[in-house]
């Protein structure tokens, strides 16, 4: 797992409302959920299936983190 990645991605989608909003409301995690999580490997791994699940939210957080879609893909 690409620690590094996940959690720029994780940031990537954090920061966009529409991506955060469906995230949280998908994953069921909270916002002090996150916080207090993000550097845990199952929150890692659901942001990026997240934006596998949905290939045009991947394709824009990976060109926002200047990465292939694959690479990011491939961060879990």
């Given at each position: 797992m690409d620690q590094v990645l996940a959690?720029?991605?994780?940031?990537?989608v954090i920061a966009d409302d529409?991506?955060?909003?469906?995230?949280m409301a998908?994953?069921?995690?909270?916002?002090?959920?996150l916080r207090a999580r993000a550097a845990e490997t199952d929150v890692q791994?659901?942001?990026?299936?997240?934006?596998?699940?949905?290939?045009?939210?991947l394709i824009?957080?990976?060109s926002r983190l200047n990465v292939s879609p694959q690479t990011l893909a491939a961060a879990a």
């Open positions: 959690l720029q991605a994780l940031a990537a529409r991506l955060r909003d469906r995230f998908l994953t069921g995690y909270d916002a002090a959920t791994r659901a942001v990026i299936a997240f934006l596998g699940a949905h290939e045009p939210d824009d957080v990976a």
